[in-house]
């Protein structure tokens, strides 16, 4: 089975300041990693995945295997990053291999409240 | 397109009502997904469907809930008899089935179960 964990319930930082939203999982296999956000009165929308190593709106993301981390970061937070962020795992291949079907499920974590202050 | 489809949008019930809850997925998408949000539990999974077919329902909480999704088009989330700890967010996500894929939320349905 798998887990995601997002230790912070609610982080406020300041706007300029750095972020950081933690998220460790837990899974035998090889995961691939989301972080999702939900900006107020919005969809539950996709922000960056692992596999793709993207920069979306400043935020960048690196599985770290050793750790079994995936912390999403930013060097300077705005306003209007303020929103509920969750990590989130899909298995990619279970411990003995590509696991085939009803491998697309993704497990989330509990999410991170990020509050920017002006 | 505008989109994976929810409604109500909004439902207020009071304890003992049947409450159904529908979901229009993104044309050509394969995967549907029905969540449960909480602020104590957060997001979890309650059932996915591939091609029509319920995949993993591990997620439904008791026999009080049922989904199904009679067409590529359209699913239901059903519960009867509701209860007020049932009162959350629900969510349908719809994607195409392949690796690196990206599931599209809804806006979700308030329910109030007084």
């Known amino acids: 089975a798998q887990r995601v964990t997002q230790p912070e319930k609610l982080l406020s930082v300041f706007k300029g300041a750095p972020v950081e939203l933690k998220c460790n999982y837990s899974?035998?296999?090889?995961?691939?990693l989301f972080w999702y956000v939900q900006y107020s009165r919005q969809r539950l929308q996709l922000l960056l995945r692992?596999?793709s190593r993207e920069s979306i709106k400043g935020f960048t993301a690196d599985l770290n295997k050793g750790e079994t981390s995936f912390h999403l970061k930013k060097p300077f937070a705005q306003e209007e990053d303020s929103a509920m962020y969750y990590c989130?795992?899909?298995?990619?291949?279970?411990?003995?291999?590509?696991?085939?079907?009803?491998?697309?499920?993704?497990?989330f974590g509990k999410g991170t409240k990020l509050s920017v202050i002006p | 397109d505008a989109g994976v489809i929810q409604s109500p949008r909004h439902e207020v019930t009071e304890m003992g009502q049947e409450v159904t809850l529908r979901c229009k997925p993104i044309?050509?998408?394969?995967?549907l997904f029905w969540y449960r949000q909480t602020m104590m539990r957060g997001l979890e999974l309650l059932i996915y469907?591939?091609?029509?077919?319920?995949?993993?329902d591990s997620g439904m909480p008791e026999d009080r809930f049922s989904a199904k999704m009679p067409n590529a088009s359209f699913s239901t989330l059903k519960i009867q008899p509701s209860e007020p700890r049932d009162s959350a967010v629900y969510f349908c996500?719809?994607?195409?089935?392949?690796?690196?894929?990206?599931?599209?939320f809804g806006p979700g349905t308030r329910l109030t179960v007084t």
């Open positions: 996500a719809s994607s195409l089935r392949r690796q690196g894929y990206e599931q599209y």
């Open positions: 899974y035998s296999g090889s995961p691939e």
């Open positions: 692992h596999i």
């Open positions: 989130a795992l899909s298995p990619l291949s279970g411990p003995g291999g590509y696991s085939g079907a009803g491998s697309y499920q993704l497990t």
């Open positions: 044309s050509g998408h394969n995967s």
């Open positions: 469907f591939n091609n029509n077919v319920p995949i993993d």
